[in-house]
């Protein structure tokens, strides 16, 4: 555990390990940065997370998330809570992952792309744009497999909230409408997650897998 690096309560730390290390950036110059990391984390032999480039800035990392062995998480990532991450799983600069997210074995993932909660993405997977919420992402190049069901049901979402999920992914990408005119008649759904699914698309700007 290096210096600057700030660790919450019970996080289970293995052998080789190394956390808080420079961010490898032919930007970076020895300013004082951070890696802060929550509670209850799994981080397994080998892994590396990067503290940050850019004076002050932070390397975020939530809380109850399982690093297998080899994970590597670069400088300035914000990674949310309940994630699971494969052996070497290798998440590049600036990239954003929300909460429950499942990355299977060497996923690799370019720089500033975002995950989107409850995603599943199948191993080897070359990510370079961003990963929807709630569905399934598999492949090399990639694409979107569907809904995340058996992810969405051990989760606890009710039959009704995949329902309505899984009629936004045939809209979005099966009826040959539009998206930006897809959007606007999901907006009519009064439901949190085709919500959150509407706002996260509309908040790409490298584009999303499809």
Do not use: W
Request: charged share 25%; net charge positive.
């Amino acid at each position: 555990v290096k210096r600057f690096t700030k660790l919450g309560a019970r996080n289970r730390i293995f052998e080789h390990a190394v956390l808080g290390g420079d961010p490898q950036d032919v930007k970076f110059r020895g300013e004082k940065s951070y890696l802060e990391i929550g509670d209850d984390n799994q981080i397994r032999e080998f892994c590396t997370l990067h503290r940050a480039n850019g004076e002050g800035e932070t390397t975020r990392i939530g809380s109850r998330n399982f690093f297998m062995v080899g994970c590597h998480v670069a400088h300035n990532c914000v990674i949310g809570d309940d994630n699971i991450f494969a052996n070497e799983v290798a998440l590049a600069g600036h990239i954003l992952v929300e909460d429950h997210v499942f990355m299977s074995n060497n996923v690799g993932a370019h720089q500033f792309v975002r995950f989107g909660r409850y995603a599943m993405v199948g191993g080897k997977s070359k990510i370079v744009q961003d990963v929807l919420p709630f569905f399934t992402t598999d492949g090399n190049p990639p694409r979107l497999r569907g809904l995340n069901s058996v992810g969405l049901q051990r989760a606890g979402f009710s039959e009704t909230a995949r329902r309505a999920l899984k009629d936004a992914y045939r809209r979005l990408f099966r009826s040959g409408v539009p998206i930006e005119e897809t959007l606007l008649l999901l907006e009519n759904i009064e439901d949190e997650n085709v919500a959150h699914l509407i706002a996260f698309i509309r908040g790409s700007k490298r584009g999303f897998t499809r």
